[in-house]
């Protein structure tokens, strides 16, 4: 298996289901962030059997919101003098705002650009949220 030192400080987000790395990576946009960043993908792991780490060196501000619309298995972990610090299971967060687009085409969200979107969690089986401006509801289609 390929060693990857550890960081002193920073991110490790863990446990992400294997295949789904590259796309947290792109989502979150951290080949721009201008820190450090590892993508290890298909590690061999016991509760997962195959998963993907990420590693951000000196950065601590994951959207963790987004992380649990992703994928409901990761574990964010930061970092700091080496040591683990705080460990955070992600969940589907209860309110969301401008990580999505209301379904509703003519929703003052998607037809004023000053408007930021906003959903309350409405069913989290469905993964479906309502919208705060016209109620519509809106399934998360990110899995
Ligand atoms: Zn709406």
């Not at 992400?16 to 201008?34: Q, Y």
């Not at 590693?55 to 992380?67: N, W």
């Not at 998607?110 to 401006?133: G, H, T």
Request: glycine letters at 6%; one cysteine or more.
């Amino acid at each position: 298996m390929i060693k990857v030192a550890g960081i002193k400080r920073g991110t490790v987000i863990d446990h992400v289901t294997a295949g789904k790395g590259l796309w947290i990576f792109n989502k979150l946009n951290l080949a721009s962030l201008g820190h450090p960043v590892v993508l290890l993908m298909n590690v061999p792991s016991e509760r997962l059997g195959r998963k993907d780490i990420i590693k951000i060196e000196d950065y601590t501000q994951v959207d963790t919101a987004m992380l649990g619309l992703i994928d409901a298995t990761i574990t964010v972990n930061i970092i700091e003098n080496e040591q683990v610090v705080a460990k955070t299971q992600v969940t589907l967060p209860q309110v969301v705002s401008g990580l999505f687009a209301c379904g509703n085409p003519r929703c003052v969200s998607n037809s004023d650009q000053y408007v930021m979107p906003i959903f309350e969690l409405y069913e989290a089986e469905s993964r479906a949220y309502a919208c705060e401006y016209c109620e519509e509801i809106t399934k998360v289609a990110w899995k």
